[in-house]
């Protein structure tokens, strides 16, 4: 399957391991991924955020409930809300999540953005888990025509030790443990390259025992909202 399949695969089976009930993709483009997620019965909460509204309502209508959700009413009811906005602000509409996603997003970041963007997502939103997916520039050397980045967007491509201390310190100063996997496996001979895309699956140490409290983090609306959909 194509790479981007691979990483909302991934995702896909990291909600059907830990069942989370609240799920915040950000950077989610044209809601792909989220459309994916809203099959996993687990999920009661769904919210998208991303910096172009444009991008998220071009096959937005895939999301909307569909006559069989109403003729065959599950037991779970789902919400899906999607935000514009930066993940360098943050917005109360963002917390008591417990997995927040962030495929290929982080490459596509200002530096200034990037400087802000573990305290908004480790220390404001603070789930439980944070799966975070770059390019693994390593890999660079196999893909064909590419010179510099693989996509004329990016602000930059990490090798693995480059994405690895950069999780590492963010798991650190947070407290948040960090894994890191990938996909897109190296061809056979190459393993030492590394898979295509890198992967930090991060772990709250300290989870939370009661509900996140809003007045502890007074925090004014950044985002806009685009739309909510009930299910
Ligand atoms: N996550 C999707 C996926 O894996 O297919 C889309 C990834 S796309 C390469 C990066 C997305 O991040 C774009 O939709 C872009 O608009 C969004 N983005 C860029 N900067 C952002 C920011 N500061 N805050 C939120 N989203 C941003």
């Not at 809203?38 to 071009?58: H, N, P, T």
């Not at 400087?115 to 944070?130: I, L, N, R, T, Y």
């Not at 990938?182 to 930090?200: A, H, L, S």
Request: aromatic share 10%.
């Amino acid at each position: 399957p194509p790479l981007y399949k691979q990483r909302y695969e991934f995702v896909k089976d990291l909600v059907r391991k830990y069942k989370p009930k609240k799920v915040a993709d950000l950077g989610c483009a044209d809601c792909t991924l989220l459309w994916m997620l809203k099959f996993c019965s687990c999920i009661e909460v769904l919210a998208g955020l991303d910096i172009c509204a444009a991008v998220m309502k071009e096959k937005m209508h895939r999301l909307t409930p569909l006559p069989a959700d109403y003729l065959e009413p599950s037991e779970r009811s789902l919400t899906v809300t999607l935000h514009q906005g930066s993940v360098a602000h943050k917005d109360p509409c963002m917390l008591g999540f417990d997995l927040v996603t962030c495929i290929e997003l982080i490459e596509h970041l200002q530096d200034s953005e990037l400087e802000k963007f573990p305290e908004v997502v480790f220390g404001f939103m603070a789930p439980s888990m944070v799966v975070i997916s770059t390019p693994n520039s390593e890999f660079n050397t196999l893909l064909p025509g590419v010179t510099v980045f693989r996509h004329p967007d990016h602000k930059f491509e990490w090798d693995r030790a480059q994405f690895q201390s950069w999780a590492q310190d963010t798991a650190q100063r947070y407290d948040y443990s960090v894994e890191f996997t990938g996909v897109g496996n190296p061809p056979t001979g190459m393993e030492d390259v590394g898979f295509c895309t890198q992967i930090g699956v991060f772990v709250k140490k300290y989870p939370q025992t009661r509900e996140p409290v809003l007045c502890e983090k007074p925090t004014e609306a950044a985002y806009k909202t685009v739309s909510i959909l009930l299910f």
